[in-house]
């Protein structure tokens, strides 16, 4: 097997891995919500998928930030891939000055702010400062 289909098993394993299907749609969408100051194509994302070209360096590591796996695992390969903690996406200029508003918030409305967030995502906060 050639780098780039090894490249490709690579990615699929890792979209498997974060419960996600290997389709140039998937990929699109989620890279470039992760990464909205670097965009792919599904044009782009159907070429990594195929095995026709393998990411550049911006794009690799973009892919490995999303997929929560280490860059040099997704570029090279191991038999075991380290999930990493997720943090913190790259954001737009709009998204980080949001997040300094929240951050600028006393504590109860920054609670308030994270409660309306988990009604409107449906997922539970509980215990969060």
């Not at 989620?30 to 794009?59: C, F, K, S, V």
């Not at 038999?79 to 300094?100: C, F, I, N, W």
Request: no cysteine; charged share 25%.
């Amino acid at each position: 097997m050639n780098a780039k289909m090894e490249f490709v098993s690579r990615l699929k394993e890792a979209l498997a891995n974060q419960g996600l299907k290997a389709t140039a749609a998937v990929v699109e969408r989620g890279y470039n919500d992760h990464r909205p100051d670097a965009p792919i194509t599904a044009q782009t994302a159907r070429a990594w998928l195929r095995g026709a070209h393998m990411p550049g360096e911006e794009h690799m590591d973009g892919l490995a930030e999303w997929l929560r796996v280490d860059a040099r695992l997704l570029r090279k390969g191991s038999s075991r891939y380290h999930v990493k903690e997720p943090g913190l996406p790259r954001m737009g200029k709009q998204d980080s000055a949001t997040m300094h508003a929240f951050l600028a918030l006393p504590a109860s409305h920054r609670k308030l702010v994270r409660e309306v967030i988990a009604a409107l995502g449906g997922t539970s906060l509980a215990g969060k400062p």
